[in-house]
């Protein structure tokens, strides 16, 4: 049923194959609506814990793509709680749109003639897609494969960046765009502890740069040791590497948190000495002939002078998420292999999530 009252719009299903979801690891289509997850939903009880899997349904980094000449977009979403806008880029102009409270949202005088719609999806919130609309004489085309270098970004909030300004200006959603990547995003707000499936995952998932923001859930919730932690980032990377022989791994420590930085938490370590730790990991690597293996310190990409774009002390204001972008690029940039294409032409085994 057309949820648009207006004649003169043509309704497209969530579910409609003219749609790519982009960013997505699967997609559940409903009889009603249809929603991105950022971990395998068909392998879910996989991935335990509740949070974690509550987050894997936001939308952080989720694409939907498709080719048109309308000039006019609109759609709707099941449920607008939390949720935050939805950008619209096209042509490389950004244009964002709140989402009301009956879950509507809307694009108007867009440029005329054949373009490629890319719509972002809130990166937080529980959003799922009805419908989406345009003008009634449109034509719609599904978009043609073109293979572009794949960015995968692991982390906690900070790399799912609900406080950004819009889902298209997360720090990776600013990195990928930038550098014409393309994204997909495991930042899971306060989930972030080295889970080996999560490892596995990325493992298995064609990328040509990996970015993976370890530590700071770790401190808070103290899920590892002093003895421990060590360990567990030498052995998360490693299995990532098991897959991804020739791919760039860059492990970037946490960022400035002014009240953490000397304070022992729960892991019996402070922030410092975690993001010692984490150095660690990469030099032990390194040593070991991972020379594809490079060290972020995060204090790098977002340090003590930036404490005032910390409002809460821990989270990135969006100011804050911009500048993270403005500091992470150019490193993306200087390790991305110039002779890697996105092909997915790589002398690996592929291994389903969950196999030995």
């Not at 400035?256 to 984490?278: H, N």
Request: with cysteine; aromatic share 6%; net charge neutral.
């Amino acid at each position: 049923m057309n949820i648009f009252p207006s004649k003169a719009l043509r309704s497209i299903r969530a579910s409609d194959t003219v749609l790519t979801w982009a960013g997505a690891i699967e997609v559940e289509h409903t009889a009603g609506w249809s929603r991105g997850w950022r971990l395998p939903r068909s392998r879910l009880r996989l991935f335990p814990g509740r949070r974690l899997q509550g987050h894997a349904q936001a939308q952080a980094g989720v694409r939907i793509t498709f080719g048109t000449d309308a000039t006019v977009l609109r759609g709707r979403c099941l449920s607008a709680d939390g949720v935050g806008p939805v950008d619209l880029v096209v042509h490389g102009t950004l244009v964002d749109a709140p989402v009301a409270s009956d879950g509507s949202f809307h694009f108007a005088e867009l440029p005329p003639g054949d373009k490629i719609m890319e719509i972002w999806l809130p990166q937080g919130g529980d959003f799922r897609l009805v419908e989406l609309a345009v003008d009634e004489s449109a034509r719609l085309w599904a978009t043609p494969a073109t293979p572009r270098p794949r960015l995968i970004t692991y982390g906690s909030s900070i790399t799912q960046c609900r406080a950004a300004a819009s889902p298209s200006r997360t720090w990776p959603a600013l990195v990928a765009r930038s550098l014409g990547l393309d994204l997909t995003c495991l930042g899971f707000d306060g989930e972030c502890h080295l889970d080996p499936m999560v490892a596995r995952l990325i493992r298995d998932r064609p990328a040509e740069v990996i970015i993976t923001c370890l530590g700071v859930n770790v401190y808070g919730a103290g899920t590892f040791t002093k003895r421990s932690f060590l360990p567990a980032v030498l052995g998360f990377v490693s299995t990532i590497r098991d897959g991804q022989p020739r791919v760039p791994i860059l492990v970037m420590s946490p960022i400035f948190s002014p009240s953490r930085e000397e304070q022992t938490g729960q892991t019996g370590m402070s922030l410092a000495e975690m993001r010692a730790d984490i150095a660690e990991a990469v030099r032990l690597l390194r040593e070991h002939g991972d020379a594809d293996v490079h060290l972020i310190d995060g204090l790098d990409v977002f340090g003590p002078a930036q404490e005032y774009l910390l409002p809460d002390g821990l989270h990135p204001n969006a100011d804050g998420y911009a500048h993270m972008a403005t500091s992470i690029t150019p490193l993306v940039r200087a390790h991305l292999h110039p002779n890697r294409q996105a092909t997915g032409r790589r002398q690996r085994r592929s291994r389903p999530i969950g196999s030995e």
